[in-house]
């Protein structure tokens, strides 16, 4: 058996080199606390949440008008409670329609 194989103080330094580039590729790449791959994906999920924070603030300012429209409008407060929740006033009778 040749021992030149086997110790690898023998070997080429363009082999040795390719190895440890090798490793490093793979180190950066896959292994390593910041690689490429959870790099990757933490950019993923930053787009999601900024795209989601969009969403919301969006969401925010319609419900923040229409709260504004409540606080404005005491007859459309009535008008909620009474079709919405079905409230009424003392001495009412409600009567509920039912659509088939």
């Not at 590729?25 to 606390?33: E, G, P, R």
């Amino acid at each position: 058996m040749n021992l030149r194989l086997l110790n690898p103080l023998r070997w080429r330094k363009s082999f040795l080199f390719s190895i440890a580039i090798g490793f490093l590729l793979v180190w950066f790449t896959f292994l390593d606390t910041y690689s490429l791959l959870a790099r990757y994906q933490l950019q993923k999920e930053r787009d999601f949440l900024i795209e989601e924070t969009k969403r919301l603030s969006s969401e925010t300012e319609t419900l923040n008008a229409k709260i504004q429209k409540l606080e404005d409008n005491p007859e459309l407060i009535e008008r909620i409670a009474r079709e919405d929740y079905g409230m009424r006033k003392p001495g009412e009778t409600v009567y509920r329609l039912r659509k088939d």
